[in-house]
Structure formats: structure tokens, C-alpha cells
């Protein structure tokens, strides 16, 4: 309806119930003598004005009725308060007295019969949109603003699948309460329960400022369930008008996780990055297109995105750029296997921090082909460091990978080899090199989460390779965080370790994930394919040699740094072109695995 039938509409509706309170109070109050007598309708004529001039005030006419609450009942009151008001100066001035008790029960009639008005559209909005078939009870666990704010917002929303029909709280003050016409019926540990009781379709976690930790509990419970659970958004895109309160989103790998985010010495890194030119290698992958995210925010004069492909380059790039950050990007394509080129780059832009993110990861295809994981892991990476140090740079931070402790993979032993390369140059350059190592982080590039998913929405089944395998997970920009706040630590040849919190069993990321999408186990199965090869069936983070008690900074752990001779890494690199493949995988894994003797201990942050 248009503004202005909505104003004629109620404009006429308002005079009549006037008109009907006005009347009714003379009768009410035992002076119905003077109905309908001249002074009656001279008295009709100065309410109506009254009212409309308050009304005007108080904008009344643009509300939107639909939604109303107790600031529109406010305003009614205000309105009416001031219309009476008003009408008994004018009275006064025209009469020379006023009729109190006929005001009085016309401003309470006045209330009844506008305020009635008014919400009984909101009243019959929600009572139609609850009729609609087909829509999923739901349980909102959180009776909070943003939980009422929900349930609010999906009762009146027409293209809405979901019905709320109880809340969850753990406030012993709110429980058998009803608050929007709803029961608040229980507490958390009551989920499974109530959600039989009343017949739910769907959960909805409605607390967005509570800790991960707690939300991590919540989700154990609601699997029991095995009814589909979702969360209300961020309270910070409600805020800014990113997401709306009815844009729910899927339970995602970070809330399985439980982790509360480490605080960071933002000071420090800013210091330490603030007016200086930064380089990242492999820009465009998961890790490192994080790295630069993280990196701008710290406001370095120049960021340098190095990396191979042009594709993922541009788009890191672009999607900085969005943000029009007062750093100047560079982006440069180079490949890190490219001797000259590295050289060339370090040369002509000398950055100040090289964070090395440039990597072959996968763990099956680098079993298919070592040379190139040699070639890019190991070799890319002392092309790296070296051209760092024949251009002076102050500090190189290398990331590494828990697969580099006891490989059983090329790809482990590739990238502990080209930790041993990084620790024997920081013993002879004034460049400091430090080694960041850590576990999977959760969505990068061919992790299991987005394949699991994936294998969930085209209904299964969802592929494990062994139901005993576990792995440490965190997410891509705390990992990310954490690798800029050791790189301001670094005082060289030190092997920084992320703390990963508890290893997770993958049979059971899967199963939470299968169960947490709404299916149950018998919908979408799981089915173990056996480990593939080089695969562990669980991952170190140090070995025995490289074990060290200290926590330098919370979640960051100091190892002792570890190496082999380096004339036996170099042999291997001069000849490792002229090995078959199997050849080439055994002497990898045999020289990585020897018994190795620790350099010195490390210096302390």
C-alpha cells in the first residue's frame, strides 16, 4: 500500500474511532445531556485538531505498522497524551472549562481504539504468514535481542521456509517464559529433548558474540539431534549491513573446531612492517593470499605479490585493491624454480621481509612426481633464501609443514630438506631466516573440508581414507596471524611451531559435517578408500631431537633447530635429475629420517 492511501486510510479510521471514544465518554460519564448539541460538535471539531496537530508532531502516519513494538505503543501514548492536552487549553480558552473526566476516559478509549487498530494489522500479518503450509518448525537457541530479533523477522517474512516455535536459554529467568508469543522451554543440555517435544525441523543458534569454545558445546549437543543446524550471522555484517538477520549460514569447520583466536601484538608487527616493502612468494595460494590480507592491514609501503600463476595473482590483487589500502601493491609473476628471475626480482625491488609461502603441497602428486617437489619445495626455496641474501634483505620466514617431521611423503621430506637449507644459511648471512611449521589449515586448496562438502551436496557418499587417521587443524587467517607474529620474533635459525590445539579424527569431521547438513549417516554414507600413498596416520609437529618446552608467545612454540651435513644435501641436489622415481622417493625419505643433531639451541624471543 502507498504512503498516501495508507494516510487516508488511517486518517479516516482514526476520526471515526475518535469521534466513537468522544461520544462514549459523555455517556460514561453520566453527561449525556449535552450529546450532539452545538457545544458537542464545537468540542468534536478541537479533538480531531488537537489529535492530527500531535499526530503531525509525532509522526504517527509514518510508522510502519506491520512491525510494530513497545516504541510504537510509546508513541501512541505520547500522541494521544498531547492531543488531550491540547484540546483542554483550547476548550479552556473557548468554554472557560473544561470537561477533565470526559478527557480523561476519551484518552483512555483513544488508546484502546488506536493502539488496537494499529497493531491488530501486526497481529493478523503474523497470524497469516504462521498459516502458510509447509514451513520447517524451528528451534532458536538464544532468547537474547538477536534471537528475538530472529524470530521476529522470520514469523512476518512471506518467502520464508522456517516457523519458530520454542527458545532455547540458559538464563534460569527467561526459561518458562514465552517471550514473542513463543516458550523459552529449557536450557542447551535440553536440546535432544525438547527438540522431540516439540517437533523440530530445524535448529538455529541465535548468540553471535558468544565464545567459539561455547558454540563448540552447543554443536556437540545439537548432533545428537541429527536435525540440520544453523547460525545467525556475525553481529558485525548485521551491524554493517552485509548479511541480513534471515541470511542464516551452514555450520562451518571453524565452529567444529572450538578455537578462540589468539590476541596479537598488533604494535609489534606494525613497527616492524609500517613504511617498509614486503614480499610474499605464492600470493595467490591459500596460505599466502592470506598472508597479504593480514599484511595490509599493518600498512607497509609496498606489498610484492610473487607468484606463478597470473590467474590467482590478479585476483588477490583485485580483491586487495577493493579496500584501497594505502600500501602499494606490486604484482610479479616468477617462478620460484627460476634461479635468474628470483634474483633479478630480489635485486630490483629489495624488500625488507620475505614471508616464503610458495609451495607443491599435495601430498599424492608430489609422491607421483619428486623431482618436481624437489625442484619447487626445495630448490624454489634456496633460490629464494640466497637471492634474499645477495639483496640484503633483513628477514626471511619461511613456512613449513608438520609433514616435514619424519616424512613419509616426498612432500614432507622436500620441504624438511628445505628447512635444513634455510637453518645452514642463516649461519653464514646476516639476512635472519626462520622457519614457521604448522598443520592443515581448514578450506586452503585441496584440504578435505571443501572436498567433504562438496561430496555432501552431490549426496554422497563422503570419501575417508582410514576410519584411525586424525590430523591438526586451524584456520587459514589465524595461522596466517601467527606466522606474521613470529616473523617479528625471529633473531635467526629458530623453527617457530603453531600450536594446532587437539589433533581431530577425520571419520568424525565428516560424520559432524554430514550430520550438522541435515542427512543422517544412512543418506550419506561414508566410505574409506584406504591412505594413499605417503600418507601418515597422524602428523608431528616436532620430533624427539627438535622437542622444546618454551612458549615464546601464546599459541607459538620454539623448536631446536635440526640439520644434516650440508655437503649430503647438495649432493643430492646436483644428481637428483638423473634418479628414477622410486629411487629418488627412497633416498629422500632416508636421508630426511637419520638421526640428526641439533645445531644449538635456538635463540629466545
Given at each position: 500500500?502507498?504512503?498516501?492511501?495508507?494516510?487516508?486510510?488511517?486518517?479516516?479510521?482514526?476520526?471515526?474511532?475518535?469521534?466513537?471514544?468522544?461520544?462514549?465518554?459523555?455517556?460514561?460519564?453520566?453527561?449525556?445531556?449535552?450529546?450532539?448539541?452545538?457545544?458537542?460538535?464545537?468540542?468534536?471539531?478541537?479533538?480531531?485538531?488537537?489529535?492530527?496537530?500531535?499526530?503531525?508532531?509525532?509522526?504517527?502516519?509514518?510508522?510502519?505498522?506491520?512491525?510494530?513494538?513497545?516504541?510504537?505503543?510509546?508513541?501512541?501514548?505520547?500522541?494521544?497524551?498531547?492531543?488531550?492536552?491540547?484540546?483542554?487549553?483550547?476548550?479552556?480558552?473557548?468554554?472557560?472549562?473544561?470537561?477533565?473526566?470526559?478527557?480523561?476516559?476519551?484518552?483512555?478509549?483513544?488508546?484502546?481504539?488506536?493502539?488496537?487498530?494499529?497493531?491488530?494489522?501486526?497481529?493478523?500479518?503474523?497470524?497469516?504468514?504462521?498459516?502458510?503450509?509447509?514451513?520447517?518448525?524451528?528451534?532458536?537457541?538464544?532468547?537474547?535481542?538477536?534471537?528475538?530479533?530472529?524470530?521476529?523477522?522470520?514469523?512476518?517474512?512471506?518467502?520464508?521456509?522456517?516457523?519458530?516455535?520454542?527458545f532455547i536459554d540458559d538464563?534460569?529467568?527467561?526459561?518458562?517464559?514465552?517471550?514473542?508469543?513463543?516458550?523459552?522451554?529449557?536450557?542447551?543440555?535440553?536440546?535432544?529433548?525438547?527438540?522431540?517435544?516439540?517437533?523440530?525441523?530445524?535448529?538455529?543458534?541465535?548468540?553471535?558474540?558468544?565464545e567459539r569454545k561455547k558454540?563448540?558445546?552447543?554443536?556437540?549437543?545439537?548432533?545428537?539431534?541429527?536435525?540440520?543446524?544453523?547460525?545467525?550471522?556475525?553481529?558485525?555484517?548485521?551491524?554493517?549491513?552485509?548479511?541480513?538477520?534471515?541470511?542464516?549460514?551452514?555450520?562451518?569447520?571453524?565452529?567444529?573446531?572450538?578455537?578462540?583466536?589468539?590476541?596479537?601484538?598488533?604494535?609489534?608487527?606494525?613497527?616492524?612492517?609500517?613504511?617498509?616493502?614486503?614480499?610474499?612468494?605464492?600470493?595467490?595460494?591459500?596460505?599466502?593470499?592470506?598472508?597479504?590480507?593480514?599484511?595490509?592491514?599493518?600498512?607497509?609501503?609496498?606489498?610484492?605479490?610473487?607468484?606463478?600463476?597470473?590467474?590467482?595473482?590478479?585476483?588477490?590483487?583485485?580483491?586487495?585493491?577493493?579496500?584501497?589500502?594505502?600500501?602499494?601493491?606490486?604484482?610479479?609473476?616468477?617462478?620460484?624454480?627460476?634461479?635468474?628471475?628470483?634474483?633479478?626480482?630480489?635485486?630490483?625491488?629489495?624488500?625488507?621481509?620475505?614471508?616464503?609461502?610458495?609451495?607443491?603441497?599435495?601430498?599424492?602428486?608430489?609422491?607421483?612426481?619428486?623431482?618436481?617437489?624437489?625442484?619447487?619445495?626445495?630448490?624454489?626455496?634456496?633460490?629464494?633464501?640466497?637471492?634474499?641474501?645477495?639483496?640484503?634483505?633483513?628477514?626471511?620466514?619461511?613456512?613449513?609443514?608438520?609433514?616435514?617431521?619424519?616424512?613419509?611423503?616426498?612432500?614432507?621430506?622436500?620441504?624438511?630438506?628445505?628447512?635444513?637449507?634455510?637453518?645452514?644459511?642463516?649461519?653464514?648471512?646476516?639476512?635472519?631466516?626462520?622457519?614457521?611449521?604448522?598443520?592443515?589449515?581448514?578450506?586452503?586448496?585441496?584440504?578435505?573440508?571443501?572436498?567433504?562438502?562438496?561430496?555432501?551436496?552431490?549426496?554422497?557418499?563422503?570419501?575417508?581414507?582410514?576410519?584411525?587417521?586424525?590430523?591438526?587443524?586451524?584456520?587459514?587467517?589465524?595461522?596466517?596471524?601467527?606466522?606474521?607474529?613470529?616473523?617479528?620474533?625471529?633473531?635467526?635459525?629458530?623453527?617457530?611451531?603453531?600450536?594446532?590445539?587437539?589433533?581431530?579424527?577425520?571419520?568424525?569431521?565428516?560424520?559432524?559435517?554430514?550430520?550438522?547438513?541435515?542427512?543422517?549417516?544412512?543418506?550419506?554414507?561414508?566410505?574409506?578408500?584406504?591412505?594413499?600413498?605417503?600418507?601418515?596416520?597422524?602428523?608431528?609437529?616436532?620430533?624427539?631431537?627438535?622437542?622444546?618446552?618454551?612458549?615464546?608467545?601464546?599459541?607459538?612454540?620454539?623448536?631446536?633447530?635440526?640439520?644434516?651435513?650440508?655437503?649430503?644435501?647438495?649432493?643430492?641436489?646436483?644428481?637428483?635429475?638423473?634418479?628414477?622415481?622410486?629411487?629418488l622417493r627412497n633416498i629422500?625419505?632416508?636421508?630426511?629420517?637419520?638421526?640428526?643433531?641439533?645445531?644449538?639451541?635456538?635463540?629466545?624471543?
Amino acid at each position: 500500500m502507498t504512503y498516501r492511501k495508507r494516510f487516508g486510510m488511517f486518517t479516516l479510521l482514526d476520526t471515526l474511532i475518535i469521534i466513537a471514544a468522544f461520544s462514549s465518554s459523555f455517556i460514561i460519564v453520566d453527561v449525556a445531556g449535552i450529546l450532539f448539541s452545538m457545544t458537542f460538535w464545537i468540542s468534536v471539531f478541537i479533538i480531531l485538531i488537537s489529535y492530527y496537530m500531535s499526530a503531525f508532531y509525532f509522526r504517527m502516519n509514518r510508522k510502519a505498522w506491520e512491525y510494530a513494538s513497545i516504541g510504537e505503543l510509546k508513541n501512541i501514548v505520547k500522541t494521544l497524551t498531547a492531543a488531550v492536552v491540547l484540546n483542554g487549553i483550547i476548550q479552556m480558552a473557548v468554554f472557560s472549562y473544561v470537561l477533565y473526566r470526559v478527557l480523561f476516559v476519551t484518552w483512555i478509549l483513544m488508546i484502546l481504539g488506536i493502539g488496537g487498530a494499529r497493531f491488530f494489522r501486526r497481529y493478523r500479518n503474523e497470524s497469516t504468514y504462521r498459516k502458510k503450509l509447509g514451513r520447517k518448525k524451528t528451534m532458536i537457541i538464544g532468547a537474547g535481542s538477536a534471537g528475538m530479533m530472529l524470530a521476529r523477522q522470520l514469523s512476518q517474512s512471506r518467502g520464508c521456509e522456517l516457523d519458530p516455535v520454542v527458545f532455547i536459554d540458559d538464563d534460569p529467568y527467561k526459561q518458562q517464559l514465552d517471550i514473542l508469543s513463543l516458550p523459552v522451554a529449557g536450557n542447551t543440555e535440553q536440546i535432544p529433548e525438547l527438540a522431540k517435544i516439540y517437533e523440530v525441523e530445524r535448529i538455529i543458534i541465535a548468540i553471535p558474540s558468544m565464545e567459539r569454545k561455547k558454540l563448540h558445546d552447543i554443536y556437540e549437543i545439537c548432533l545428537k539431534t541429527g536435525i540440520k543446524t544453523q547460525v545467525l550471522p556475525m553481529i558485525e555484517d548485521l551491524v554493517t549491513g552485509k548479511l541480513s538477520v534471515t541470511q542464516l549460514r551452514d555450520v562451518s569447520p571453524e565452529d567444529l573446531l572450538g578455537r578462540e583466536e589468539v590476541e596479537l601484538d598488533h604494535k609489534h608487527i606494525k613497527t616492524s612492517m609500517r613504511g617498509k616493502t614486503v614480499m610474499v612468494t605464492g600470493a595467490g595460494g591459500s596460505i599466502g593470499s592470506e598472508l597479504c590480507r593480514q599484511i595490509v592491514k599493518y600498512k607497509p609501503a609496498r606489498l610484492i605479490l610473487l607468484g606463478h600463476g597470473e590467474n590467482s595473482i590478479y585476483h588477490i590483487q583485485m580483491e586487495l585493491m577493493k579496500h584501497k589500502p594505502e600500501t602499494i601493491l606490486t604484482p610479479l609473476i616468477a617462478d620460484i624454480q627460476d634461479r635468474i628471475r628470483i634474483h633479478e626480482v630480489m635485486e630490483e625491488w629489495k624488500p625488507d621481509q620475505v614471508y616464503h609461502a610458495a609451495a607443491h603441497k599435495h601430498v599424492p602428486l608430489m609422491e607421483e612426481n619428486p623431482q618436481e617437489a624437489v625442484k619447487n619445495n626445495t630448490i624454489g626455496s634456496l633460490n629464494v633464501a640466497e637471492a634474499a641474501d645477495a639483496a640484503g634483505v633483513k628477514t626471511v620466514v619461511m613456512v613449513s609443514t608438520d609433514k616435514a617431521v619424519n616424512p613419509t611423503s616426498v612432500m614432507g621430506a622436500s620441504k624438511r630438506l628445505a628447512e635444513m637449507l634455510i637453518h645452514h644459511l642463516n649461519s653464514r648471512s646476516s639476512t635472519i631466516y626462520t622457519v614457521v611449521r604448522f598443520g592443515n589449515v581448514l578450506g586452503s586448496n585441496g584440504s578435505v573440508i571443501p572436498l567433504f562438502k562438496k561430496q555432501i551436496d552431490q549426496g554422497g557418499p563422503v570419501t575417508v581414507t582410514h576410519p584411525e587417521m586424525v590430523r591438526y587443524f586451524m584456520t587459514i587467517p589465524e595461522a596466517s596471524r601467527l606466522v606474521l607474529q613470529a616473523g617479528t620474533m625471529a633473531k635467526g635459525g629458530e623453527t617457530f611451531v603453531l600450536d594446532m590445539g587437539e589433533p581431530v579424527k577425520i571419520v568424525d569431521l565428516a560424520k559432524n559435517l554430514i550430520t550438522l547438513s541435515g542427512y543422517t549417516m544412512d543418506e550419506i554414507p561414508i566410505q574409506f578408500t584406504g591412505m594413499r600413498p605417503g600418507e601418515k596416520l597422524y602428523e608431528e609437529l616436532l620430533n624427539e631431537e627438535e622437542i622444546h618446552d618454551e612458549q615464546i608467545f601464546p599459541k607459538i612454540y620454539l623448536g631446536r633447530a635440526s640439520t644434516l651435513p650440508l655437503e649430503e644435501i647438495e649432493n643430492l641436489l646436483s644428481d637428483f635429475t638423473a634418479l628414477e622415481k622410486e629411487q629418488l622417493r627412497n633416498i629422500m625419505l632416508e636421508l630426511t629420517n637419520r638421526r640428526i643433531v641439533a645445531v644449538g639451541e635456538s635463540t629466545t624471543a
